[in-house]
């Protein structure tokens, strides 16, 4: 009978000692996040039972495809999430509100500032920043050479770039001068392509976002810049319905120049050792600087079971480890009390893309997908046809029209 005893309490302590069944988080983020989210989660999944499952989906179809998958029951647990989607989603009831947990955390008033603010919604937090980021312009410091260009001479204007990327064309073969993913990627071309207009003190929406205010003689210069690129050969044929898979075509060797997020910093660095490159601000039509400040907030699907192993997650990403990592392969940090020790020692050109953040803009519009992203909105379909089409006018006024037919629709 002791023995029985002793036998059934050995079995319940050693019972009490087995930790829970792991978990597998399922983790939607979209192509061209670069490495610093992928290695991240690298090293979490080496060091926690749970782990976290990450499937890629191109930039362009992740909205509808969230909500498509919440529609049918199909959603994963987390997204990593532009950041200017996350009030929409919010308003519709599909987020888990992370407002009490999230201000629990001892440093919630660190995190970066916009990212919190465009993941609330009616005073409620639905989304926690993932990665801060900025476009800057990057020049391949090996073509520059090649064509006789001074490669520690960042262009300061778009009359540069162009001169530039015709002697880096006139290398040859597969060799281009520029790149972009365009028409088929209405969110790599907002963040882009706009600070030219905006650097200029242009803009696409009225700062109330009521007014599409695309046509201006900013944007149709602008529009004259890449026009002029592409029918000079200067830009492969391929980026017209680039739907941003090849957003990292810089990565390649054979792109001169390219405006790229502050997080292909950390992926050329670490993964393209072989590249020499220079990074600066992005040149407006008139050659003041701009940038988009954004990057990705992670939210939580309404009421996904696995809420708890999220949220642990989510603290790694805030951990001075998790910080670390995600820097150094190119996010800016999060974290404003540890961004000084976070960035000490990594590659200087990183402060590149913190300075981008001064001279910054973030669209706010709850009707940013039909507007922007959307492949069937008017801003992809301004870019196609103003770009690669033969009727300028007529994209200025098609495009100008549509977005403000759906401003007025969602008023």
């Known amino acids: 009978m002791m023995k029985t005893l002793l036998a059934a309490t050995s079995l319940a302590a050693l019972m009490l000692t087995q930790p829970a069944s792991a978990e597998t988080i399922n983790m939607w983020v979209r192509t061209g996040v670069g490495d610093a989210f992928k290695e991240v989660v690298k090293a979490y999944n080496t ?97 520059y050479r090649k064509a006789g260009l001074d490669p520690d001479k960042a262009p300061a204007t778009w009359d540069e770039i162009t001169a530039n990327a015709e002697k880096i064309r006139a290398l040859g073969d597969d060799t281009y001068g520029f790149y972009f993913s365009g028409g088929g990627c209405g969110g790599c071309m907002i963040f882009t392509f706009t600070p030219l207009v905006w650097g200029a003190g242009a803009d696409i929406l009225s700062a109330d976002g009521k007014k599409a205010t695309l046509d201006t003689p900013e944007m149709r210069k602008a529009v004259d810049i890449y026009r002029t690129m592409i029918k000079k050969d200067l830009v492969p044929a391929s980026a017209a319905s680039d739907n941003g898979a090849n957003f990292l075509s810089f990565t390649n060797g054979k792109i001169g120049q390219q405006s790229l997020g502050a997080f292909a910093i950390g992926t050329l660095v670490t ?113 196609t046809a103003a770009m690669f089409g033969d009727d300028v006018d007529g994209a200025f006024k098609s495009a100008q029209d549509d977005m403000q037919s759906i401003i007025d629709s969602g008023q």
């Open 47 to 143: 060091g926690h039972d749970d782990k976290v499952q990450l499937t890629e989906v191109p930039y362009s179809e992740l909205v509808q495809k969230y909500a498509t998958s919440i529609a049918g029951g199909q959603a994963p647990d987390a997204l990593s999430m532009d950041l200017i989607y996350t009030p929409a989603f919010a308003a519709a009831g599909q987020l888990e509100d992370l407002t009490d947990w999230a201000k629990s955390l001892p440093y919630f008033k660190s995190l970066s500032p916009s990212h919190v603010r465009l993941g609330t919604y009616e005073d409620k937090l639905y989304g926690l920043p993932l990665s801060v980021e900025t476009s800057v312009f990057a020049w391949n410091k090996n073509l």
């Open 271 to 383: 993964q393209h050792p072989d590249i020499d490159f220079g990074v600066t601000l992005i040149p407006g039509v008139n050659g003041t600087p701009s940038s988009f400040a954004g990057g990705d907030n992670l939210v939580v699907t309404k009421g996904t079971p696995k809420i708890e192993q999220v949220k642990t997650f989510i603290q790694y990403i805030y951990s001075m480890d998790g910080q670390k990592i995600m820097a150094k392969y190119g996010s800016l940090p999060t974290r404003g009390d540890i961004a000084e020790e976070v960035l000490k020692g990594l590659d200087p050109r990183m402060a590149v893309g913190l300075k981008a953040i001064s001279v910054a803009k973030t669209p706010y519009t709850l009707q940013f997908n039909d507007l922007i992203n959307s492949n069937n909105g008017p801003w992809a379909a301004f870019i």
